[in-house]
Each structure stands twice: as C-alpha cells, then as structure tokens.
C-alpha cells in the first residue's frame, strides 16, 4: 500500500485540471458573487466589546479591508460541492474497474448528508446501484434527497466508528465497492475542481489585472480545502482553512498546534457537514504549511451571526457550515489583524467557498427561533 | 387634474424606456435565473386529494409544462425591485421641480416597508431630507433598512387610512413632497422597467429564439403589475397577476369579479408588501384585459409552501410576497389548466418576478417553527 504521504505527492494542479476534464459535463459551473454590503460589514472594525474575554481584549480592534468573492457550491448539483468529488470518483472507479464489475457490486458510503446525495446522484447518472450510511439524525431534507436519486439509505449512529461499523455489515452481504466521503485521492481531486473555477472566474471578473490573495473553504474531513490548496500549491494565492470550535470540532486546528493529526471527533456543532475528524490523506495536504496558511475556528454565535448576514443581507440560502469562512473573516481577530498586516490599505481580495446550502426551514427555526 | 383613466392613457412602453434611461446608473440589473427543480415540481399534476374542496374536486388535475424565469428583484438594491420606482420619481421630481426646491422641502412617504427603504436610499443618494411613515408592526428589519439609509422614521397604523393620516399632519410641519408608493405615473414606469430588463434577458438566454409566453407578478398597490403590463402592452407576451387570499388581501381578484375597484382591505397576510388596495391608476391599467390577462388569489399555506420551495430548492432567499406568483402556477388549478390548454406540449416560458427578499431569520422561524 502507498502511505498517504506518498500519495499526497500525486496531489498536483495537474491531477486537479484532469479531474474538471471528465466531470465537467455533469457538474454546474457555480456562480462566483460579489456583495458591497458584506465586504462594508467586514472592513469595519469589531467593537471593542466583542473583544472582551479574547487574547484582544483592551487592544485597538484590527481595520482589515476584505474584498469578497463568494463561490456559491450551495448552487452546485444536490446543493453542495460535493457532486465534484462524487462523481470524479465513479467515473475514475468506472475507467479503472470497468463498468460492468461497477454496476454489478454497486457502490457504498457513509455521510452526514450532501456525499449521500452527491454520490446517489452521481450513482443514478452513471446507472450504478448504491448504498449509503447515514446518520439517523441527518437533515430530513438530505435524507429525502438521497432516497430521490434512487439510493438506498441504511440509517447509523452519529460518530465515524458507528458509520463504518454499518458500512463493513452491507459490504459483507452486497460486495459494494466503497466511496469514502472525503480521504481519497480522486474525492480531493474532484472538490479542488472548486478552486480552478473560481480562479477563472476571477480573473473574468477583474479582467485578468489581478491576483486573487486568497482563499478560505470550511474543513470537515479536508477534501475540499485538501483540494483547493492542491490546485493553488504552485500559484500566489494563499490557502486558509475554517472549522467550528464546539465540542472540539475544531480537531485539524488543533492537530496543528499539537503537530499531530486529531482521529477522533464526537461533537453535534450546528455546521452539521463538519463533525468529521480530517482523513490522513487530506492531513498530508492541509499540514503542509507551504500549501495551507492557517486554519482558524468559530463558535456556534458567530456561525450563526454570519448565516443571517448572509441569508438576510446577500439573500443566497446557505447551510451553517458554508459560513464558517465568511465568519474567521468578519469575527477572528487574529484573523482580521494578518489581513490588515498583509493586505494594507488595497486589503485583500478574498474568495470564500459557500460549500452547500442543504438546510431546511424548520431547522432554521430551531437555530433562530 | 387629469383623471386616472387620462393619465393610464400616457403609460407607454416608450414612458418605461425613458424611465430606464433615467434609473440605469443608480439600479442593478438583477440576474434571471432558472431551475429545472422548480420547472418539474410544477410540471407534474397536483394529487387529486390537493383538489378536494375545490371547484376541481374529483376531476382529473391538469399537466401543464412549465419552464420558469425567475426575476431576481430580491437581489435588487434595498432588496427590492421598488428601489426602481423610487428612483425614477425622485429623479423626476428633481427634474420637475429643480434641485434646489425638492433639497429645502425634502420627500415623504408611507409603506409596509420596502418603498420605504427605497426612497430613502433614494433620497440619500440624490442628497434630499427623507420623511417615511411605517406602519409599527413592519418587519424590524425594513425599518432598520430605512434608518440605516438616513431617513426619518415616524410609526402609524397599518391600515392606508392610518398611515395616510399620519403624512398629512408631517407635511402640515415639513411641507415636505409625497412620493406615493405605488398609485403613480412615475413609480409605475419606474416598476416597469423590471419587465424591460427581463425580456431582454430572456432573449439573450434564448438567443432571440423564443418569445416569452407569460409574465406573473404579486400585486399589492399594483405599480409592479401595472408597469410591466404597461411595458408587454403592445407585445404578446400574456402578464399576469397574483395576490393573497387572505382576510380579503385580494381586492384586486374581487374588484376584476365585481367590475369595481376594492378602495380599502385591512389584512394581515404574510404577503406583507401586499397588504394594501390597488391604487386608481394601477386599476386602470390591470383592470383593462388587453394588458392584464387575469389576476389569481393564494392562501397562506400556499405562498408557506412556494416559500418553503424557493428557499430550500433553489436556494434563493425570498419574502413571502415575493412567491405569489410562483405559487399561483404550482397551485392554482385554474391557471394550471389554462397553461396546459394554451401551452400543450410545449408548455409555456414563463417569467415569475421575485419582487422582494427583506424578511428576516426571526420572520422564517414564526411562519414554519
């Protein structure tokens, strides 16, 4: 077997732009949006009072000028990102294993929710049966919106042991080939086709005259952010990742401080598509520090505080862990004073990876009401 | 004074390209969008059960073919398309009475809240004093929206005969200008423009292909109703309208019924931008079946239900108001047989004006939680 660090080395900009060449017929190139109202909200300072208990508490609160581009995946096939590496992975699984072992076996995977849908969509479109684990207390909506792309859903327990225990059983009876949700080398492929998107349409949008400064994307189990820093690794643009901090959800944060990989996750943070710990592979990619800045962490308020800003304010329909970029940008300090430092008075121009937006608005209502 | 009938005489379609002209530099030309999700919810026939109680009980429902493109008005500035109407009378005014006269005087107006926000950005962009009665029960969020643009705030009753008592005795003090919200030759032709920039939109997606077969939009005062049949007046694009059914919120159904305008409603619809009775000279214009084919009612569960679709479908953040339309052709079984009727097979390319986006997380959580 190759060691994810050695398959992290396949893990280039190139392996990115082959990956957009085959799904790049059956996925939406999403739209890449702007909004005044949201950049004027994060380039005004923080009230000194929404310092008080951090490590900035009595300082001058930081003046970073933010430039936002808002790559909007809650628009992409089943309302998230995930359709990229979704169907990189059947179609690669396909060119190797050949489409009649494919669609004799089927294919199998455990998922909070989008993977489900993506890879039921994914499935349906290439004519393979599949399989998929879920959490019992998924999101009503992604539950029913697997079972609409004709998957069979097999409910789990929350944690990841509880999901693969379920998994092992169905393969047992059905020989089902897995297609893990996030630490694979086709899935990073797949999701890092997120970034070549938004840098084109970038440099469409600025009519080639400038570089884009950086980039943040939420991190669950790292595919995407894996992806996105493997399609920027040899570009300016700096990659930075986003987690929530409840119950410990922030685990690639702090297997960053601690320099060793987290392995275990059991938190029920409202950014639902981020209770997994990061896989290894991806944790080759977002440890690098030449490929990942920083990743920073947010509280369930402030989630919340970015969700209505972008709901209320930029009026797009996002999901709790689609904003967890957006609210390092506007709530973390330490965050906000490197964009000052770095970006100055021009500030940075910024893309932020909407990842999904497969929310209900009953759980709207609990989060808000 | 010209009488209403007169003055629907000069609602042109070149009235609504010179009002373009005019608002161009100061509005966004809001995105039209389509979504195959929405086009098969409503291409496929209601359950003969969702017929029970109707007129339509026991007979078999109706499949039309729909395809959708919806008007993204919610996007607009102020989130609403009434910043164009605001605009254009502001502009006019100015134009009329010269700068310095409508600077020292200031405007007034009165509404539920998205006029409102319009003409005080409006007014604050123009750099005129801005006077606006809202009733007290507005959503929290339009009045803030109002205030943050500058203007003056004085709180009234909800019914047009409140508030409208409450302008007279500000402009007693001010002498400052009325802007009506809706029952105006400029605000229409400022409303109007929203139809102008949909139809060239939809050439450029159709590639000049096609001609739009319909139009539908929510009617309240009937500015956006009256402006964008005013604009299809001498084009075969058929234009609709939709109200809420709700403790009579359709008096403009009823007055169609009766042969006679509706002068006063006092409703608590959810639809809150359609709270109020058409205006005199709106009624000239949609009351003529030239221009407007015919106006259609929904209840509340209906507009929950069309809400509940755009928000979690197509991911795209409306205010109920803005969804009447959208639900007229999903439930509405008379309107549904007329496009199956008319359209057949090929059904119809239908415009839906999403007139509006200002609703609030709280607001979702008390209509679905």
Chains 1, 2 share one sequence.
């Not at 929404?50 to 001058?60: C, S």
């Not at 901090?245 to 297997?255: I, N, P, Q, T, V």
Request: hydrophobic share 40%; net charge negative; charged share 20%.
């Amino acid at each position: 077997m190759t060691s994810p660090a050695e398959k992290a080395q396949s893990l280039t900009p190139s392996a990115i732009h082959a990956a957009y060449a085959l799904i790049q017929p059956y996925i939406h190139r999403t739209p890449l949006l702007t909004c005044k109202t949201l950049d004027t909200i994060a380039s005004t300072p923080q009230t000194p009072e929404a310092l008080v208990g951090t490590p900035f508490e009595g300082q001058t609160p930081a003046c970073p000028k933010f430039h936002f581009f808002f790559k909007c995946e809650n628009l992409q096939r089943i309302g998230a990102f995930k359709a990229r590496g979704a169907f990189h992975a059947l179609l690669r699984l396909i060119e190797e294993r050949g489409e009649e072992e494919v669609k004799r076996r089927g294919v199998i995977t455990h998922s909070s929710g989008n993977h489900a849908q993506a890879l039921a969509l994914a499935a349906s479109t290439l004519n393979v049966p599949a399989y998929i684990v879920m959490p019992r207390i998924s999101t009503p909506s992604k539950i029913a919106g697997t079972r609409s792309h004709g998957a069979e859903v097999i409910f789990s327990g929350s944690t990841s042991v509880e999901r693969e225990a379920v998994v092992a059983e169905i393969q047992a009876k059905t020989n089902a080939i897995l297609v893990p949700p996030y630490d694979d080398f086709n899935i990073i492929c797949g999701q890092g086709t997120t970034a070549l998107e938004l840098e084109a349409q970038y440099a469409e949008q600025q009519a080639g005259s400038k570089t884009l400064n950086a980039v943040i994307t939420p991190i669950g189990g790292g595919g995407l952010n894996a992806g996105v820093a493997t399609y920027f690794s040899d570009k300016q643009t700096k990659v930075f990742g986003a987690e929530p901090s409840f119950e410990g959800a922030d685990d690639c944060r702090r297997g960053l401080l601690a320099g060793k990989r987290v392995e275990a996750v059991s938190t029920l943070t409202i950014g639902d598509g981020l209770r997994t710990p990061v896989g290894l592979l991806n944790w080759e990619v977002i440890s690098n520090k030449e490929k990942v800045e920083g990743v920073y962490a947010v509280t369930e308020e402030q989630i919340k505080a970015a969700m209505r800003l972008v709901l209320e304010r930029m009026k797009v329909f996002v999901e709790p862990s689609a904003v967890v970029g957006l609210a390092v940008c506007l709530f973390d300090e330490d965050f906000r004073r490197l964009v000052e430092r770095e970006g100055g008075d021009e500030g940075w121009d910024m893309a932020i990876v909407f990842s999904g937006g497969n929310t209900t608005v009953e759980a709207i209502s609990k989060l808000y009401g």
